[in-house]
Nanobody
Framework: VQLVESGGGLVQAGDSLRLSCAAS????????MGWYRQAPGKQRGLVVG????????NYADSVKGRFTISRDNAKNSMYLQMNSLKPEDTAVYYC?????????WGQGTQVTVSS
């Protein structure tokens, strides 16, 4: 499974961004997908996860009500709509997919929110 993110950039606080993740390869094996982020000097942490079968989601408390995950199975794509962005949302955002115990990661896309 290969994952490619896009859509990052530099925005001001309060703005919105939409990240995209395009999956290719053995996408039929994917059981769950999600987004992680890593800010400078911090560990990578979960933003939101989503089961590919039931669609259940699990958002980090810090993004609840502001970020929304969605997917388009026909396009093998996943999206992260980010609204009301804050400077503390600044990080590299990674798309991830899981097939059993095997995890796959994209290369990351930088999101910078200025105050």
């Amino acid at each position: 499974v290969q994952l490619v993110e896009s859509g990052g950039g530099l925005v001001q606080a309060g703005d919105s961004l939409r990240l995209s993740c395009a999956a290719s390869g053995s996408t039929f094996s994917i059981e769950a997908m999600g987004w992680y982020r890593q800010a400078p000097g911090k560990q990578r942490g979960l933003v939101v996860g989503m089961g590919s079968v039931d669609g259940d989601t699990n958002y980090a408390d810090s993004v609840k009500g502001r970020f929304t995950i969605s997917r388009d199975n026909a396009k093998n794509s996943m999206y992260l709509q980010m609204n009301s962005l804050k400077p503390e949302d600044t990080a590299v955002y990674y798309c991830t997919a899981w097939a059993g115990v095997q995890g796959y990661w994209g290369q990351g896309t930088q999101v910078t929110v200025s105050s």
